[in-house]
């Protein structure tokens, strides 16, 4: 939800939500014009022109249409300028109302999703207005002739309108909404933290290596177990700490540690090396973040 600059402009013509509720903001004046975003109770928005029962406000620096039957207005509103209705695109896209046939005489029936195509872990909400009807009612239970829901499917899922007009005949309006899965997950592994103790080791002395891995995927990383090793230098030719590791859960980590006899290394600085899956035996999202590498500082007293 989109919250525009409140007017406080003293006689300016405004509008507000009168109940407290959201209020849809589109870019034209119907409800097959695209949703540009909502605006919350309590705030009042300056309006610039009108057609018909929609109203213009300036939105993020935009035309923003309004309807006038779910807002009410304050201030100077006499002198509205009438403002001509965009036309709709050539080509609706994905999230716009669907055809549907015309509304019996003296009757309003509109029924739209936010969105039509969503992610299985996504939610949209689908909103309905009826006016001039006997009864109304959402996929068998009754509702209010105005009002919207938010409904999270995980497969195509069609929400059925159902108005019983004032000669009690029943008119049907459907919504589907596509949901699409996402790609199936995997896990993801990275070395989360490293450090060493003593932070700068002592030539020939003992050190204390600590390895934090980590699953970022959304995925556990099975039973199978999979290898992880420390390198005193990344060109040294063998691991001088290895650990199997297995069933580590989507977003958890394990900490392991080893102690290091001490660096031979005449240098006073090296690079080294953590590396994780070293055998490839785990299949994930991302293979090129299990390598990590740290310069440190080595004492040559």
């Known amino acids: 939800t989109l919250v525009p600059t409140a007017d406080t402009t003293s006689g300016a013509c405004r ?41 213009v406000v300036s939105y993020n620096g935009v035309q923003g ?39 019996p005489a003296g009757a309003v029936i509109e029924f ?20 001039n009807i006997q009864a109304v009612a959402l996929d068998g239970a009754g509702v209010v002739g105005q009002d919207s829901r938010e409904v999270c499917p995980d497969v195509n899922t069609t ?21 699409t899965p ?21 030539k020939g002395q003992a050190v204390e290596v600590r390895v934090g891995v980590y699953n970022q995927g959304d995925a556990a990383v099975p039973a199978t177990a999979f290898r992880v090793e420390w390198f005193p230098g990344e060109n040294y030719p063998a691991a001088a700490c290895s650990w199997e590791l297995g069933s580590l859960a989507a977003h958890g980590g ?24 070293v055998n490839n035996t785990i299949g994930e999202s991302n293979e090129g973040n299990n390598r990590f590498t740290q310069a440190i500082s080595v004492s040559n007293p």
């Not at 009438?82 to 015309?102: C, E, I, K, N, S």
């Not at 739209?112 to 006016?131: G, K, L, M, P």
């Open 65 to 103: 249409w309004v309807a006038g039957w779910v807002t009410e207005r304050k201030g100077n509103c006499g002198s509205l300028a009438f403002v001509t209705a965009p036309p709709l695109p050539t080509a609706l896209p994905a999230t716009a109302v669907p055809t549907a046939p015309p509304a």
């Open 254 to 277: 394990r900490i392991v540690t080893c102690t290091y006899p001490g660096y031979p290394s005449p240098y006073g600085s090296i690079n080294t090396l953590v590396k994780i899956d």
């Open 15 to 55: 509008l507000y939500s009168p109940d407290g509720s959201e209020v849809n903001i589109r870019s034209g004046p119907a409800t097959n014009y695209a949703l540009l975003g909502r605006f919350r109770a309590q705030t009042e928005l300056a309006v610039i022109g009108y057609n018909s029962t929609w109203f």
């Open 112 to 131: 739209w999703a936010d969105s039509y195509n969503i992610f299985d872990d996504q939610c949209t909400r689908i909103n309905w207005r009826v006016e």
């Open 182 to 202: 996402r790609t199936t997950a995997q896990p993801d592994l990275y070395v989360s933290e490293f450090s060493l103790n003593p932070a700068i080791p002592v």
């Open 159 to 179: 929400y059925t309108l159902r108005v019983t007009l004032r000669d009690g005949s029943p008119t049907d309006r459907p919504v589907t909404i596509t949901v």
